[in-house]
């Protein structure tokens, strides 16, 4: 079973910094596709920004400019760093990927995990 951790959420002030990680673990053959995703109140969710295996990426046109998407193959693990942040950030985040793994038998399984989610305040 994969499972995606989310760390580095929090509370900061207009026009601060955050940086997010996520952390892929389990029986991982690959991770392809991981992105980011972000839920206000009342809100759907919606793409903040991804990354592809080779490095492409895309990003919401709401945050382009203000957010890096990165990732470490070798440690199965995305970020999201955020600077300049405003009020209507404020959202909880999640983290999605899609993943190749191994099952106990030995067969592949594809799956689309969601992390937990962490919460982003920006306020005065």
């Known amino acids: 079973q994969v499972q995606l951790v989310e760390s580095g959420g929090g509370l900061v002030q207009p026009g601060g910094s955050l940086r997010l990680s996520c952390a892929a673990s389990g029986s991982i053959v690959r991770v392809n596709s991981m992105g980011w995703y972000r839920q206000a109140p009342g809100e759907q969710r919606e793409l903040v920004a991804s990354?592809?295996?080779?490095?492409?990426?895309r990003y919401a046109d709401s945050v382009k400019g203000r957010v890096t998407i990165s990732r470490d193959n070798a440690k199965n693990t995305v970020y999201l760093q955020m600077n300049s942040l405003k009020p209507e950030d404020t959202a909880v985040y999640y983290c999605?990927?899609?993943?190749?793994?191994?099952?106990?038998?030995?067969?592949?399984?594809?799956?689309?995990?969601w992390g937990q989610g962490t919460q982003v305040t920006v306020s005065s």
């Open positions: 999605n990927a899609e993943v190749k793994s191994r099952s106990p038998a030995g067969s592949d399984l594809y799956s689309n995990p």
């Open positions: 990354i592809t295996s080779d490095g492409s990426t």
